[in-house]
């Protein structure tokens, strides 16, 4: 490190020593008010121990080597509503002090524990899945908390009614609240504007030399300021006093502090959330990714230490770490001259203490609460949309007036509600297809073929997709009965519902497909559920296959099954004789159409016969001819890794096998076998060779039929991959 660096690094550390210790002053004098401001001593020599415990753990364990930690804001308001509420059950500091600082212990270690259980169990993604509106009010919350805390330590009363608005303009309370407020708001400021290092610790030292250029200006004594309560009046303390006090166990009200743990839990687990949103900003920071789990793990280990000094809870601190980065000083250094300035701190405060300004004190908790709450609302505003921006105010709203449990528990139901709404109205229809434009993969003679392009709109192919529930599926049959009443011919008879993309489903969609089943008790409609099974979606089979045993159900598991079902269904109402055509034979002479010259094309042919089960070509050998299928069917398959296979599509009667490859002399792209025993005919490259010099005007319209044969796949893809698109 040069001596630039090393400049920059000594006065970075003193300025994170300095801030940490007049932010553990500020809390404790926070904390340790009203009936409990004769302990104050006491509570400061607890924080700033705590402090310093957290503040060197993190910094000698932390993956972040620029870490920084100190007590933070997050948690404190609950904490001071906790304490403030438990003194109110004491007449004396003494006899409160003891409960209080237990309580505060307790809350510390619970979130301890929180921490690392969470790091330990490698749940610390878990928490990124809470609300951020929630979160984001919650902590917004908890900053105006603070801003009407510190005002409450300016003007010191109860309530905030007209008797506080009064004493507001009394001279005492004006030369404490208007320079705290200035104070407050000028950090702010500079804080939004600037980074140095020097500015903050600059900040405070300005504003104590300020305070004394102009307290001994008017006339006025160091006495006089602290009978005004302008200065911090702490009776001195010794370590015996302190270890004495601290042996005063009988006068512990253990019901009042178990009464408390709802309040500790909570604590916790926004001091858990407000440390996982600051560890994603650290990652933007630093530039590189965090390992959540590990720093779980160190701050709950620092916290569970802290707690056995009644400790206030501490974590990360992200402007310490991002002016480390910022000046490009990458140490522990300074992490750990913060934490044994806190611990260095207890053996001389009491001979300083007593000459602070108490607007500097409060001034410090203005800002912490004024950049919270600027923090996670005005902040967000160009992040956020206007119902996230409105269930933050929703929260703040509900946390001001009934309190933070109550608030919490409103802005979960708002996000959850929100969820719904938002949710319900996207459409769980993948795509919408009919028997015209989505075929099985069975492949079907012309005739077939020809039956079903006409007919094929009576079959109605829906593809579902996400989570199922009772706020998508409301719309289901709303969404059938307008597909059905776009057909201006005869009505569709077959609905199918594909769920192979559906990852789940709530009991509510039972319901939803029970009216379906009374629509096509009234339409004649017959609905097949498809696309899952016991084993790929065993919890949506259990759930939906109830259905198969209505009367206007059925349950095919795999699509193409299903589909072929009702292909044949629509072939049989059109009198086509599906079995009849199994064992038909389509000549080779129908593929041209034309009588004359289809004549003489069976001499460029050779037979080929085929038992069920022989392979017919490989996939990856190299093609020298093409087939005409005339009798049989012939499986189309693609092998998959090593061991497995995936059928693509079946061909039947009267279809060309393996053209493309032929034409563009490229290896074969999958291998077929003989589903059934089949006859073909078979033409190699030197028969077409023949062809075409001995008959050019049969091998001219021979090509000619190849060219429309693509041309129909090529338009029918096309159309299935615009439908899809859109």
Not at 52 to 73: E, Q
Not at 228 to 235: A, E, K, R, V
Request: with cysteine.
């Amino acid at each position: 490190m040069n001596r630039k660096s090393l400049i920059v690094a000594s006065s970075l550390a003193g300025r994170l020593s300095f801030s940490g210790i007049a932010v553990c002053l500020a809390y404790s004098q926070l904390i340790y008010t009203g009936p409990l401001e004769e302990m104050l001593p006491y509570g400061i020599l607890c924080t700033l121990l705590g402090a310093g415990i957290v503040t060197l753990i993190i910094a000698l364990f932390s993956s972040i080597p620029t870490a920084f930690s100190r007590p933070k804001n997050e948690p404190l308001p609950l904490i001071i509503l906790m304490v403030h509420s438990m003194a109110l059950y004491f007449s004396t500091g003494h006899g409160a002090f003891l409960t209080i600082l237990i309580s505060i212990s307790l809350t510390t270690f619970i979130t301890g524990l929180l921490f690392f259980g969470f790091g330990t169990f490698r749940l610390g993604n878990f928490a990124r899945f809470a609300p951020f509106p929630v979160i984001a009010g919650f902590l917004a919350s908890a900053g105006l908390l603070l801003l009407l805390s510190s005002i409450k330590q300016a003007v010191p009363t109860h309530h905030f009614t007209l008797e506080m608005v009064n004493h507001l303009f009394d001279l005492t309370a004006w030369l404490l609240w208007v320079p705290s407020l200035c104070f407050g708001l000028g950090l702010f400021v500079i804080f939004e504007r600037y980074s140095h290092p020097l500015f903050f610790s600059g900040s405070i030292i300005g504003g104590l030399i300020l305070f004394y250029i102009v307290l001994f200006a008017s006339g006025q004594s160091v006495a006089w300021a602290q009978q005004n309560n302008l200065l911090l009046h702490i009776t001195p303390i010794s370590w015996h006093s302190f270890v004495t006090t601290m042996t005063f166990t009988e006068s512990i009200d253990w019901y009042l502090i178990f009464d408390q743990l709802g309040t500790m839990l909570m604590i916790a687990f926004v001091s858990l959330l407000a440390l996982l949103f600051i560890n994603l900003s650290l990652e933007l920071i630093i530039k590189k990714e965090i390992d959540f789990n590990k720093e779980l793990r160190v701050t709950g280990l620092a916290n569970i230490f802290s707690a056995l000094t009644g400790g206030l809870i501490g974590y990360h601190e992200e402007l310490g770490t991002s002016l480390c980065e910022k000046f490009n000083i990458h140490t522990r250094t300074i992490g750990i001259i913060s934490g044994l300035s806190c611990i260095a701190t207890l053996f001389f405060i009491q001979d300083i203490i007593n000459y602070l300004p108490r607007f500097i004190l409060i001034g410090l908790v203005f800002l912490a609460g004024l950049s919270l709450f600027y923090k996670w609302t005005f902040r967000l505003r160009d992040r956020l949309d206007v119902w996230d921006s409105f269930i933050i105010c929703a929260v703040v709203f509900a946390v001001m007036s009934f309190g933070f449990v109550k608030g919490a528990i409103a802005g979960f139901f708002i996000s959850v509600l929100f969820f719904m709404m938002t949710y319900s109205r996207i459409n769980n229809l993948r795509f919408v297809m009919d028997g015209k434009e989505l075929t099985s993969s069975k492949g079907r003679e012309p005739e077939a073929q020809a039956i079903l392009k006409k007919n094929g709109d009576k079959i109605i192919y829906l593809k579902l997709q996400d989570y199922l529930f009772f706020g998508s599926t409301a719309v289901s049959v709303i969404q059938l009965k307008s597909l059905l009443a776009e057909q201006r011919d005869e009505p569709a008879k077959y609905v199918l519902y594909d769920f192979e993309r559906v990852c789940g489903i709530d009991s509510s969609v039972q319901v939803s497909f029970q009216k379906i089943s009374q629509f096509a008790a009234e339409e004649k409609l017959c609905v097949i559920l498809t696309g899952f099974s016991e084993n790929n979606y065993p919890e949506l089979a259990k759930k939906m296959t109830w259905l198969q045993f209505h009367d206007f159900f059925r349950y095919i598991p795999d699509a193409d099954t299903a589909l072929d079902f009702c292909e044949v269904e629509v072939l049989k109402e059109n009198h086509y004789a599906v079995e009849a055509a199994a064992t038909q034979r389509i000549k080779l002479e129908d593929f041209l159409g034309d009588k004359t010259l289809a004549s003489s094309i069976p001499k460029y042919f050779d037979d080929i016969h085929l038992n069920k089960g022989d392979m017919l070509v490989y996939q990856g050998h190299l093609s020298q001819e093409l087939y005409y299928l005339e009798a049989g069917y012939l499986t189309v398959f693609i092998n998959v890794g090593k061991t497995r296979t995936k059928k693509l599509f079946t061909i039947g009667p009267g279809n060309i096998v393996g053209e493309l490859a032929f034409y563009l002399n490229s290896s074969r792209s999958a291998s077929i076998l003989a589903e059934e025993a089949s006859s073909l005919k078979r033409l190699t490259k030197r028969d077409l060779a023949s062809m075409e010099l001995n008959d050019p005007l049969l091998a001219t319209a021979f090509n000619q039929a190849i060219i429309c044969l693509l041309s129909t796949k090529l338009v029918d893809t096309t159309k299935k991959v615009e439908i899809l698109s859109n």
